[in-house]
C-alpha cells in the first residue's frame, strides 16, 4: 500500500501544478490534451423516437417500446423484429422484382403452372354450369345431381388452392398478417397453422380434463376459438381470478370455410357441487343464438349481443365456493342449422341456469358442435364479493372432505400397544 501511494505522488503532483503529466514512451505530442468540441462520430446523435404512433411504421420498428404503441393502438407489427431490422438498411426492392436469376427463373415455373390451374379452373366452372343446366333425370334424380355438384363445386376449390398455393407473394403476405380471408388459399392456410398446433393444445386440454364426455359426448374442433375479458387474452385451461371474469368474455371464433352462418355460444360449469348426491351438477352461466360469424368477422363480444333476439340466459361471473375443487367453465361454439333461427322468447321461458343440460340443447334445436375453449376457476380473495354483486348466496359456506373410516377388520386395537 506505501508503495502504490510513492508511486502516485508526482502524478497528484503534476495535476494539482496545472501540468500534463509526462510520457516516459513517448513524447509531448502523444500526449492526448481534453477538448470540448465533440468528435466526428459524437455528432451523429441517434435519430428521435417518433412521437406518435401514426409516424411509426409497422413494418421497419425495431424498439420493444415502438412496438407496444403499436400494439395498444391496434397495429400489430409485420413479420419478425430481425426481418424488421433487416429492411431498414435494404434498398426497398419489391419482393417480387429481387434482383437473383434464380429466384427468377423459378417464379416464371410457377406462374406457368398457375396459369395451368386457372386452365383447369375455366373448364370445371364450365362443367358445373352445364350440370345445373341440365335435366336431374340424366343425373339419375335430384338427390344425385345435388351430390355430383357438391363434389364438383369441391374440386374446384381445391384447384383454387393449387394456383396460389405456391406462389411467394401468397406466402409473404400470410405471414405478414394481410392475407385476405375471402381467398380459399388464405383459408386453407390458416387452417393449416392452426391445426399444427393451436388445435392440437385444445383437443389436449379438453381430454385431459374430462370436458368431453362429462359435457359432450363427442367434438370435432373445425374452428378457432379464443378468449379474453378486456386486454386479458386466457389460455386454454388456465386458471382466471374472479374478478377478471366478472365481466362478459370477448370470442374471437376463426372458421375457415366460406360463406356466413348463425352459431349459437354456451358456456358450462360441470363442477357445481351437489349436497344431497355427494356429486356435481351442470349450470349455465350464459346462453346465445342466432349469432351470424364469418371468415372475415370473427370478433364476437358477448356483451353487445342483443337482449330481444340472442340471449337466452345472461352472463353470470364464474364462482367457485371456498373449499370446493376448481371449476371448469367450458365456452362451446354451437353451429346452426342453415335457414334456421332459435326462437329465443319460446326457448328462454323453458331454460333454467342450474341442471342445464348441454346435450339435450343440442340435440333438441340440431345443431353441431364446431369449437370449444375451456378456463378454470377457484375460490380467491375476491369471490366473496364478485358473488355478493351478482346476488349469489353462500359465499359464507365452506366445503370439507368427508373422513372416511377405516373397515371395521383394518382398525388397529390400541391395546395392543400399550
Known amino acids: 500500500m506505501a508503495g502504490t501511494k510513492k508511486a502516485v505522488q508526482p502524478l497528484i503532483t503534476y495535476l494539482r501544478q496545472g501540468l500534463a503529466p509526462p510520457s516516459r514512451q513517448f513524447g509531448q505530442a502523444a500526449i492526448r490534451k481534453f477538448q470540448t468540441a465533440s468528435t466526428a462520430y459524437d455528432e451523429a446523435s441517434p435519430e428521435p423516437a417518433p412521437a406518435n404512433t401514426a409516424e411509426l411504421d409497422p413494418s421497419l420498428v425495431i424498439k420493444r417500446t415502438q412496438e407496444e404503441k403499436l400494439m395498444k393502438a391496434g397495429i400489430m407489427p409485420i413479420g419478425s423484429r430481425r426481418r424488421r431490422a433487416a429492411l431498414q438498411d435494404s434498398a426497398n426492392i419489391p419482393f417480387e422484382q429481387l434482383p437473383y436469376q434464380c429466384f427468377q427463373e423459378a417464379r416464371k415455373i410457377l406462374q406457368a403452372d398457375r396459369q395451368e390451374k386457372l386452365e383447369q379452373i375455366a373448364v370445371q366452372r364450365a362443367r358445373i354450369a352445364k350440370v345445373q343446366a341440365q335435366d336431374a333425370a340424366v343425373s339419375g334424380g335430384e338427390k344425385e345431381k345435388q351430390q355430383r355438384l357438391k363434389s364438383m363445386h369441391k374440386h374446384l376449390e381445391e384447384l383454387k388452392i393449387l394456383a396460389d398455393i405456391n406462389d411467394p407473394m401468397i406466402k409473404k403476405r400470410f405471414e405478414d398478417g394481410q392475407g385476405d380471408m375471402n381467398r380459399p388459399i388464405y383459408r386453407y392456410l390458416a387452417d393449416r397453422q392452426w391445426r399444427s398446433y393451436h388445435r392440437n393444445l385444445i383437443v389436449q386440454r379438453i381430454s385431459q380434463m374430462n370436458v368431453v364426455p362429462d359435457v359432450l359426448p363427442h367434438i370435432d374442433p373445425t374452428a378457432d376459438v379464443r378468449l379474453a375479458f378486456r386486454r386479458h387474452n386466457v389460455q386454454p385451461g388456465q386458471f382466471v381470478d374472479s374478478r377478471v371474469s366478472e365481466v362478459p368474455v370477448k370470442l374471437d371464433v376463426q372458421v375457415f370455410d366460406k360463406g356466413e352462418r348463425l352459431v349459437s355460444v354456451a358456456v358450462v360449469d360441470s363442477d357445481v357441487p351437489n349436497l344431497a348426491t355427494d356429486g356435481f351438477d351442470y349450470r349455465c352461466h350464459f346462453l346465445a343464438a342466432n349469432i351470424p360469424i364469418a371468415p372475415t368477422s370473427t370478433s ?92 349469489v348466496d353462500g359465499a359464507d359456506v365452506e366445503f370439507r372432505r368427508k373422513r372416511v373410516e377405516p373397515l371395521p377388520y383394518k382398525k388397529k386395537d390400541g391395546a395392543r400397544y400399550r
Open 300 to 391: 364476437l363480444p358477448l356483451s353487445r349481443l342483443s337482449k330481444d333476439t340472442q340471449i337466452l340466459l345472461p352472463w353470470l361471473p364464474p364462482f367457485a365456493q371456498k373449499g370446493s375443487p376448481y371449476h371448469r367453465l367450458s365456452v362451446f361454439v354451437l353451429q346452426q342449422r342453415a335457414g334456421e333461427t332459435v326462437d329465443v322468447t319460446t326457448v328462454r321461458e323453458k331454460l333454467q341456469r342450474d341442471g342445464f343440460n348441454l346435450r339435450s340443447f343440442v340435440d333438441k334445436h340440431s345443431m353441431r358442435p364446431v369449437g370449444v375453449n375451456m378456463f378454470r376457476s377457484q375460490w380467491d380473495e375476491g369471490t366473496a364479493g364478485v358473488m355478493e354483486r351478482a346476488g
